[in-house]
């Protein structure tokens, strides 16, 4: 632009920063819009950001601190965290690899439970299982539930022969600080069952016959026996897949109705105990209704 006679030439970019030279100064005495105003200026600002840097990182650094602590505070007081167990390993001591068992003799069922001393294992239960076909499938469940004490089991080998028998081992928890349930095949102890001998004696369950009652469903039972002195025969029943009995009515025949609820999830379980007048006494096979119903239909 053309002011009077005198015009005023644009200022090369290399020597605009001297335009307002000998105006206005800054707080360190040095023109504003100078090089040394604006290295002044930017130094007070890398300050002030570095020091504000420093305040935050300060404060990032004790929030993290009191976090932590309450943290550690609250894993000590939580029973949830310092009673926590995880399953056990189960080791069958016997039988060992290589045993050859005869149906209706008395074995003993012996294993280790290996845990740490810290497990906390109340509320936890145990069961066994026979396998015949090297732990791929179960082929009966032996005991009911037993506490997670229990070591040993005296069993009486059943009328199941097999090449390739294996014991299973159940160890679970229900409740407390861990839910789990675990099966242990002891393929390590393969074992062998034969034929059962000329006079051996057993209760076998063999027909299911349902029908509906005034309150609930009524089954009849029919079983077979060929033990000798039989005083009467016990029936008992599950509805928890065999970790509980109770009797459900004592005959001397061989036929029993039994009443049961409109529904059973996967069936009630069934044992037939034949009870001989000495005291001593022969059980059959646990067996499901629905399991069973299947089989003879």
């Not at 100064?25 to 420093?54: F, M």
């Not at 690899?97 to 003799?105: I, K, M, N, S």
């Not at 029908?211 to 026996?225: I, M, N, Q, Y």
């Not at 005291?279 to 299947?294: H, I, K």
Request: proline share 6%.
């Amino acid at each position: 632009m053309i002011q009077g006679n005198r015009r005023q030439r644009c200022q090369p970019l290399d020597e605009e920063f001297r335009i307002n030279e000998g105006s206005e100064t800054s707080e360190t005495g040095a023109p504003l819009g100078s090089r040394r105003s604006l290295a002044a200026r930017d130094s007070q600002l890398e300050a002030r950001s570095l020091k504000s840097g420093r305040s935050l990182r300060g404060f990032v650094c004790l929030l993290v601190l009191v976090c932590s602590v309450f943290a550690v505070g609250l894993a000590r007081t939580s029973p949830s965290t310092a009673q926590k167990h995880h399953p056990p390993n189960v080791v069958l001591i016997s039988p060992k690899a290589g045993d050859v068992l005869t149906p209706g003799e008395q074995v003993t069922i012996a294993w280790e439970i290996d845990a740490p001393s810290s497990s906390d294992f109340q509320g936890c239960e145990q069961e066994i299982y026979l396998s015949t076909d090297k732990g791929r499938t179960i082929a009966a469940r032996l005991t009911p539930e037993f506490s997670f004490g229990v070591t040993s089991y005296n069993w009486t080998v059943p009328n199941l022969p097999a090449k390739k028998a294996v014991i299973i081992m159940g160890f679970g928890c229900e409740s407390g600080p861990s839910i789990f349930e675990s099966q242990y095949p002891q393929r390590q102890s393969i074992f062998r069952i034969n034929k059962p001998p000329a006079d051996f004696e057993e209760v076998k369950l063999t027909g299911v016959q349902e029908s509906a009652g005034d309150s609930g469903k009524e089954v009849k039972l029919t079983w077979d026996s060929n033990v000798s002195n039989v005083d009467h025969f016990e029936i008992q029943v599950s509805l928890d897949a065999g970790a509980h009995f109770r009797t459900a009515g004592i005959v001397t025949g061989q036929v029993f109705t039994l009443q049961l609820p409109e529904k059973v999830p996967g069936g009630a379980t069934i044992r037939i105990i034949a009870h001989r007048g000495d005291g001593t006494s022969v059980e059959s096979l646990m067996s499901s209704t629905l399991r069973l119903a299947a089989m003879i239909g």
